[in-house]
């Protein structure tokens, strides 16, 4: 993957990449007639699709004349006008000249298909970034290196050397536009929509994100007036800050952000002292992010793209209540059976609805899932299953439909219905196609109305449970006055008294405590709090305090807390480690334990987490995470959403949560969040535990950025 550190953070705006996409002359440096190469399959791929009349077009070769018929020139700066853009196709060692060349003949922009650079290590890194500022020093911008370079089809601009482009004679326009941190994966989404008749705007690849990054064209696509859906594959985000700030703009213009993500299991760095931390995780802040935004994200680029043709038509999955069709009835329990876990459930049909569908599938099969065995038998010219189809899919239960299309009798005809139901209905209806070569006919209708399809039941399920996922989560919305930075806190670890007094100086209830420094005040600490009691060791150094023994409980009287308190003493003593005290708190009997949390991201911002805690909360991982601060109806969200939720709801004669009550204290805590964004870097409550329906934190513990 391009995990590529940039040198610059110059942004480019639309305008400029506009300019990009759409050059008035480009020389090719390096240019071939060997279509054996990379070089010969760009002039290839160019003289196929041929060459926009407003665009100017220099082959640089030295050793050739004139290569595929057109005028070859010796150097770029021996090109007889402007060059807008030029193309770099040779090797890395041999580039620097041509560079050169490039800066002095004040080129705008260069596309670097060479590789050999940072993704190769230390050295390609120091030569990426020499190539990047002797462009900025000629006010020239970089797409790549080692990327695999864009299509624009409107402007009939092929400048990539992505083999699709010898296997098809039309470029396929269209409104998606996609901005690829990998040119193999630009290659497959273009490719796969070729084959089920998507559309294209702009593609880019970025490679190395050298110069110009995703971020840039994503702000070009949202601007572009072409482009409906935007797509993109990300390996790492290089400003997360601006980032963030695109994906609001998207989704005010009312244009669908569609994201695939790498790297969505890696542990990245976990911070030793936050169970927080290690759970959210760089991809779950990401996932967050993008939720809180109103993107979708997708595990596939396959999934993202089917989706993309969805939402080009204004497909809105109106909740979580899928309609289910098929030829057969085994092809419909895959389906049902698909959707477990997922989120969504079978809809359930209106009588209204049931009554349109009688005449057709008589009173037993007006149900969903709808079986259309009888309705395909029906002679093409007359076609029920559209009406059938389109009564279902009017249903205000129903909010998006799957049709699995078998092995069956007229496929077409199946195909074309779905097709005309599809794109009237502003509600996703997914066509699977898993009848193979045998349906070929219903295959080529769905890619010549341009519909889309997939092909197993597993897809389409993917499909809308991204989009379902997205829908069911509110919108962030940042705080629109000023915040205070809240009072200085101590740079390092905050030992648990200073924890907990930040909690409940945010309204965040703790369990009664007090903390005593010598036995006297343990005395006077038990007739205040009453027993049982929890003896803690406090201290700013040691940060697992049970992992050391430095946690007592069930404290049942003066003498067994005297004994503690001499015992953790000791403890901190053969720790080498400074005594500070002892906090003493109530001990609490749990019906179940949470944990609540934030982490500051340096890029993102503070986040909040939720989830089921206690000792075992990286075992279940049964966490939700946002962007801080939340609304109240984000923070319900994030609970519902939890495994844990039955459990917080009572079970087997345990008292309920007051989950109105749990989210009054994730919204409090995610303003601790806000305030505290730029001196905190976590916080947990691990547990904060549900006891007799009452929330209370028993554990805190926090990291601020040293002063």
């Not at 020499?130 to 370079?149: F, K, S, Y």
Request: with cysteine; net charge negative.
């Amino acid at each position: 993957m391009h995990q590529i550190v940039p040198i610059t953070t110059k942004e480019a705006s639309s305008d400029e990449v506009r300019r990009i996409l759409h050059p008035r002359s480009m020389a090719i440096i390096g240019a071939s007639d060997d279509e054996g190469k990379w070089s010969g399959r760009f002039m290839g791929y160019l003289r196929k699709h041929g060459v926009p009349e407003a665009l100017a077009v220099y082959p640089i070769n030295p050793r050739s004349d004139s290569i595929l018929g057109m005028k070859a020139y010796k150097r770029v700066l021996d090109c007889p006008g402007p060059v807008d853009m030029a193309v770099l196709l040779l090797p890395r060692d041999k580039s620097a000249a041509a560079l050169q060349d490039c800066a002095e003949k004040g080129v705008h922009s260069i596309i670097a298909i060479t590789a050999g650079y940072a993704e190769t290590g230390d050295e390609g890194r120091l030569a990426q970034e020499a190539m990047v500022a002797q462009a900025h020093a000629a006010g020239t911008r970089v797409i790549g290196p080692n990327c695999m370079g864009l299509l624009n089809t409107h402007h009939q601009l092929v400048a990539t050397t992505g083999m699709v482009m010898g296997s098809i004679d039309v470029l396929p326009k269209g409104p998606i536009g996609i901005a690829s941190q990998s040119g193999a994966l630009m290659g497959v989404m273009l490719a796969r929509g070729v084959e089920i008749g998507a559309g294209f705007s702009s593609t880019v690849s970025v490679g190395n994100q050298g110069d110009l990054d995703v971020n840039d064209f994503l702000g070009y696509l949202i601007d572009d007036p072409l482009t409906r859906v935007v797509c993109l594959y990300i390996e790492e985000v290089r400003d997360p800050a601006r980032f963030g700030r695109l994906l609001a703009k998207a989704k005010a213009c009312a244009k669908p952000v569609l994201i695939v993500k790498a790297g969505r299991t890696s542990a990245g760095a976990v911070a030793v002292s936050s169970h927080t931390a290690s759970m959210a995780g760089p991809y779950g802040i990401f996932e967050a992010v993008c939720r809180s935004a109103g993107a979708y994200l997708f595990e596939t680029p396959f999934d993202m793209l089917q989706a993309a043709m969805l939402l080009s038509r204004g497909s809105v999955m109106t909740n979580a209540n899928v309609a289910v069709f098929s030829g057969s009835g085994g092809g419909n329990a895959l389906l049902v059976d698909q959707m477990e876990g997922s989120g969504m459930t079978l809809a359930s049909l209106s009588p209204g609805t049931r009554d349109l569908l009688v005449p057709h599938l008589g009173q037993i099969g007006a149900v969903l899932p709808v079986d259309t065995a009888s309705l395909s038998a029906v002679p093409i010219g007359d076609n029920p299953m559209e009406k059938v189809i389109d009564a279902v899919m009017q249903d205000s239960n129903v909010g998006a439909g799957v049709f699995l299309m078998t092995t069956q009798p007229n496929m077409e005809q199946v195909a074309k219905a779905v097709e005309a139901v599809g794109t009237r209905t502003s509600k996703p209806l997914v066509f699977v196609h898993a009848a193979s070569n045998v349906g070929q006919a219903a295959r080529e209708l769905m890619k010549s109305a341009r519909y889309g399809f997939v092909e197993s039941p597993h897809d389409a399920i993917a499909l809308l449970k991204a989009l379902n996922d997205t829908r069911r989560f509110p919108l962030s919305t940042q705080p629109t006055a000023s915040t205070a930075a809240g009072v200085k806190l101590p740079g390092g670890y905050l030992n648990e008294p200073a924890a907990r007094t930040l909690l409940e100086s945010h309204g965040i209830p703790t369990s009664r405590w007090q903390v005593a420094a010598t036995r006297e005040q343990c005395l006077s600490a038990c007739r205040d709090l009453g027993f049982p009691l929890v003896a803690k060791a406090v201290s700013t150094v040691v940060v697992h305090k049970s992992d050391h023994g430095l946690v007592k409980v069930r404290l049942a009287d003066e003498g067994a807390v005297l004994a503690a308190f001499d015992e953790l003493q000791a403890a901190m003593q053969g720790l080498e480690a400074p005594f500070e005290g002892v906090l003493l708190t109530e001990m609490v009997d749990v019906d179940f334990e949470l944990i609540a949390g934030i982490k500051v991201d340096p890029g993102f911002g503070p986040m909040l987490l939720v989830g089921s805690g206690g000792v075992l909360v990286e075992v279940f991982k049964d966490t939700k995470l946002a962007q801080a601060p939340v609304t109240h109806a984000q923070a319900m969200a994030l609970i519902t959403d939890l495994k844990c939720l039955p459990l917080l709801q009572g079970y087997r004669g345990k008292a309920a949560a007051d989950v109105e009550e749990l989210c009054s204290l994730l919204v409090k805590l995610s303003e601790l969040a806000w305030t505290y964004k730029d001196q905190l870097e976590e916080l947990d409550i691990n547990p904060l535990a549900l006891s007799r329906g009452r929330l209370v934190a028993l554990d805190a513990r926090a990291l601020a950025h040293s002063s």
